[in-house]
């Protein structure tokens, strides 16, 4: 006896992928997440260095010079991932939060100062060993989601996502040195980023094979 054929009656319906069930607009939030926090790590870590080697050109420029690198190297990454877009991504969020809380907060940066001499090598610490890490894994957010934005070209799909992960790093950068570190503190800016990767997770959660339909309900 033959299977019934693909669409007759009696056939179950494919079942839908979840990374290809969510909207265009949610993809696009996570990405713009992605923006924010990224480059708010970055003013943050500035921030907490600043007290310890000071703020010339020679610290603030090898500080952004590593923090792009790893970015880049990020985008290279997330090139790279062929399946289990969301679940990839569930991930360097939570990863990503977990340094951001740590890595950055006050006393862990006091710490590695206050240990680790001379003050170059602490500022080594911090810059390769927290936000590095952060930017390799949030620069991996926008091509990997690039392959679940439904548009008709390559290009309109990376130009939309670069926009709002852009647009992100935009607001991110001003929200956080002009608003909340200045009426609430750079723990608070702390929060605020690391929150933002954790409100964004439950709508990854639950996701393994981010990329493949579950063919397996239709058999």
Same mark, same amino acid.
């Given at each position: 006896?033959?299977?019934?054929?693909?669409?007759?009656?009696?056939?179950?319906?494919?079942?839908?992928?979840?990374?290809?069930?969510?909207?265009?607009?949610?993809?696009?939030?996570?990405?713009?997440?992605?923006?924010?926090?990224?480059?708010?790590?970055?003013?943050?870590?500035?921030?907490?260095?600043?007290?310890?080697?000071?703020?010339?050109?020679?610290?603030?420029?090898?500080?952004?010079?590593?923090?792009?690198?790893?970015?880049?190297?990020?985008?290279?990454?997330?090139?790279?991932?062929?399946?289990?877009?969301?679940?990839?991504?569930?991930?360097?969020? /939570? !990863? %990503? =939060?977990?340094?951001?809380?740590? @890595?950055? $907060? &006050?006393?862990?940066?006091?710490? +590695?100062? #206050?240990? *680790?001499?001379?003050?170059?090598?602490?500022?080594?610490?911090?810059?390769?060993?927290?936000?590095?890490?952060?930017?390799?894994?949030?620069?991996?957010?926008?091509?990997?989601?690039?392959?679940?934005?439904?548009?008709?070209?390559?290009?309109?799909?990376?130009?939309?996502?670069?926009?709002?992960?852009?647009?992100?790093?935009?607001?991110?950068?001003?929200?956080?040195?002009?608003?909340?570190?200045?009426?609430?503190?750079?723990?608070?800016?702390?929060?605020?980023?690391?929150?933002? /990767? !954790? %409100? =964004?997770?439950?709508?990854?959660? @639950?996701? $393994? &094979?981010?990329?493949?339909?579950? +063919?397996? #309900?239709? *058999?």
């Amino acid at each position: 006896m033959h299977a019934p054929a693909p669409g007759r009656p009696g056939t179950a319906p494919a079942a839908r992928s979840p990374a290809l069930a969510l909207s265009p607009a949610l993809l696009f939030l996570l990405v713009f997440v992605e923006g924010f926090v990224s480059l708010g790590a970055e003013i943050l870590a500035l921030r907490r260095l600043v007290p310890h080697v000071g703020s010339a050109i020679t610290v603030t420029a090898p500080t952004i010079a590593f923090f792009l690198l790893a970015l880049a190297l990020g985008y290279q990454a997330g090139g790279r991932v062929a399946d289990d877009y969301l679940a990839r991504v569930r991930r360097n969020f /939570l !990863l %990503a =939060a977990a340094l951001i809380a740590l @890595g950055l $907060a &006050g006393p862990v940066v006091e710490l +590695a100062f #206050a240990h *680790l001499q001379p003050a170059p090598v602490a500022w080594a610490v911090v810059v390769c060993g927290v936000l590095c890490p952060v930017a390799w894994l949030l620069g991996q957010t926008v091509p990997i989601l690039t392959n679940l934005l439904r548009h008709e070209r390559v290009g309109a799909r990376s130009g939309a996502a670069l926009y709002w992960s852009t647009l992100g790093s935009f607001l991110g950068a001003l929200t956080l040195s002009m608003g909340v570190m200045q009426w609430l503190g750079v723990g608070a800016a702390v929060l605020v980023c690391t929150g933002l /990767l !954790l %409100a =964004a997770v439950p709508a990854l959660g @639950g996701v $393994a &094979g981010g990329q493949r339909p579950a +063919a397996a #309900a239709a *058999l």
